[in-house]
């Protein structure tokens, strides 16, 4: 079936340091990709997405590329900020047709101290 | 503009007994999407309807669960004699059209089952 797997936190970080999150997929057919984030106290939200393979998605200082060969969309940040500190979920859609129901990975925890 | 409510925004309500809970989309979004979030189970996709039609059921846990959606705008989720394990967030998201469109959530309206 169609699954997203990552890395369980939580993650702690020390204010700049280098943020890798790891998500990978398992899919049928050609999915679109993405990275979701929960801020305490507040709604999903769209940090950003991939529709095709070495596709990269940018948003707020936060990547990722699309890497078919590894089935990966791995989420990273050079420098993190107190202000990162949120649950982010890795995402995928099944491109076709109109539908689009997202598929979530279970989420991580990321704190970022000062 | 304003972006996708639900209410109420918590419900607490004794086993047994039905549950509405409501979802106004993003004005003009065709596309609405129910979601469940648990501690268990992570975020599951519910229903999805294109305009006033669902044509994906596939993720209602039981056939407890319904949904509609009238005049192509607000969607109730009806959960009928509650049981403790439908405790969760219940999330509704819209976008324009579906497919990879960015959906849009919602604050969740977080039911307890006691």
């Known amino acids: 079936g169609n699954s997203v797997t990552q890395m369980e936190g939580p993650v702690t970080l020390s204010e700049e340091a280098f943020l890798t999150i790891n998500c990978t997929y398992t899919?049928?057919?050609?999915?679109?990709l993405f990275w979701y984030v929960q801020y305490p106290g507040e709604g999903l939200q769209l940090l950003l997405k991939?529709?095709?393979?070495?596709d990269k998605g940018s948003n707020k200082g936060f990547e990722a590329t699309y890497r078919k060969e590894t089935t990966s969309f791995h989420l990273e940040k050079g420098s993190v900020q107190v202000s990162d500190s949120a649950v982010y979920f890795c995402?995928?859609?099944?491109?076709?047709?109109?539908?689009?129901?997202?598929?979530f990975g279970k989420g991580t925890k990321l704190s970022v101290k000062p | 503009g304003a972006g996708v409510s639900q209410s109420p925004s918590n419900k607490v309500t004794e086993k047994g007994k039905d549950v509405e809970l409501r979802c106004d989309p993003i004005?003009?979004?065709?596309?609405l999407y129910w979601y469940r979030q648990s501690l268990g189970q992570g975020l599951e996709f519910l229903i999805y309807?294109?305009?006033?039609?669902?044509?994906?059921k596939s993720g209602l846990p039981s056939d407890r669960f319904s949904a509609e959606r009238t005049g192509g705008s607000v969607s109730t989720l009806t959960i009928q004699r509650t049981q403790q394990e439908d405790s969760a967030v219940y999330l509704c998201?819209?976008?324009?059209?579906?497919?990879?469109?960015?959906?849009?959530f919602g604050p969740g309206t977080r039911l307890l089952v006691l």
């Open positions: 998201a819209s976008s324009l059209s579906g497919g990879v469109e960015t959906q849009y």
């Open positions: 899919a049928t057919g050609y999915p679109s």
């Open positions: 991939a529709t095709k393979a070495d």
């Open positions: 995402a995928l859609t099944l491109y076709g047709g109109s539908q689009g129901n997202l598929i």
């Open positions: 004005s003009g979004h065709t596309a």
């Open positions: 309807f294109q305009g006033n039609s669902a044509p994906d």
